[in-house]
């Protein structure tokens, strides 16, 4: 008899609004990650009972469990916020803290991505010495550097990367990340944060992240030409298709938009219609 697989516990932080997104993510992550379990873990403060029943009974469908744990309203009761953002934005910041103690390791996706291969050989990497992985969006080298030194106000921040798609080691996590110091950094640099989190967790961790293969990993879809132009080629849509783990649809032109026309929409409406059909069964 063969080993059974231990399940794989994947985060996912977000409103109501980001259900049906949710839904089509965690879609193409059932579909292409056949005989394998899932425990989603959903961090939120606004989603109704109801919504999490029903998102329960769509992963329980594909042999995954989802676990809804809402933040109470007065939790970082000192954290600061700004301009748009919320206590929210520290949620995947403090994982650690508002997760069961027992869980070490965890993957955290973004909703507005695309799981297209298996994703357990990315899940087991070795992050003991580490408290991420995370991939950059190398299409664009260092072009950002200096300016993202500058901003951060940390000189010795020589990459910069996408916190979309995050392995996080929960057990260094809890020993090394202190609250008081990222609520401190976002007091002194409120000003210059443009993506809140993202950015705390490059000016204060950078040096602590493994860094992984963006187009493998964490594949901006925007940046289709130059990933196959500087790869001569090699990495055109077939190459995405059978080798990328998870497809980013980063930038303001989500694909479940009704006008939405790039090159990757399409995949993405069919995942939208996988999903739609298993809500409807």
Same mark, same amino acid.
């Given at each position: ?18 259900? &049906? ?89 973004? &909703? ?67 609250? %008081? ?60 298709? %059978? ?39």
């Amino acid at each position: 008899m063969g080993i059974v697989a231990q399940k794989m516990n994947v985060l996912v932080t977000l409103d109501q609004n980001y259900l &049906p997104p949710l839904r089509v993510m965690l879609k193409s992550l059932f579909v292409n990650n056949c005989g394998e379990a899932f425990k989603i873990y959903v961090l939120h403060n606004d989603i109704p009972e109801k919504e999490c029943e029903k998102l329960d009974t769509f992963c329980c469908a594909h042999g995954s469990k989802l676990c809804c744990v809402r933040i109470d309203e007065g939790a970082f009761a000192a954290a600061p916020v700004f301009r748009h953002y919320t206590k929210a934005m520290y949620y995947r910041l403090l994982a650690f803290k508002l997760l069961p103690q027992d869980i070490k390791k965890i993957l955290y996706l973004d &909703p507005d991505i695309l799981a297209l291969n298996p994703v357990r050989p990315f899940y087991e990497a070795d992050i003991s010495g580490s408290l991420f992985a995370a991939a950059m969006h190398s299409a664009f080298g260092n072009i950002a550097k200096y300016l993202n030194q500058l901003r951060l106000g940390n000189t010795n921040l020589d990459r910069y990367f996408n916190s979309g798609v995050l392995l996080m080691n929960l057990t260094n996590q809890r020993r090394e990340i202190k609250e %008081e110091d990222i609520f401190n950094y976002v007091k002194e640099r409120e000003n210059m944060l443009i993506l809140p989190d993202q950015d705390v967790i490059n000016a204060l961790y950078s040096q602590r992240i493994l860094p992984v293969d963006d187009t493998i990993y964490n594949y901006d879809v925007r940046h289709y030409p130059i990933y196959n132009l500087i790869s001569g080629g090699e990495k055109d849509l077939d190459w995405v298709m %059978e080798n990328t783990v998870f497809l980013h649809f980063c930038g303001k032109n989500k694909p479940w938009h009704k006008r939405a026309y790039t090159k990757f929409a399409a995949l993405y409406k069919h995942y939208k219609v996988l999903a739609e059909r298993t809500c409807q069964a």
